[in-house]
């Protein structure tokens, strides 16, 4: 059983691709402001991401609070990992560049 199949290759080449074309559209879809680049995002934690609608993900960047600001600034430069279940933004504070993160709670 050391052997990998073609078939197990195959799917996760055919996964790679579609999660790529999905990328494609999605910036295709929504060029915003702030958000230029797909952020870098674990595999589970941009699937979490995706399944999230477009205005509530803006929505959820725009609205981050800054410690240092005091106010809600947007999240910059931000990575994507999940936590226990929760998806966890970290990133840097659009006017400050100071750090930040926010808390998606999984459902
Ligand atoms: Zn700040």
Redesign the pocket.
Known sequence: MNEKTPNAQTQAAMTQAREMARNRMLKLVEPRDGVDSFPNFTKPARQRWESIPADIRQRLLSNVW?G??RHE?TITNFTGTLKGGDLLLVGQ?A??Q?D?ARVIEGS
């Open positions: 800054c240092k600001c600034t504070c006017a400050c100071g930040v």
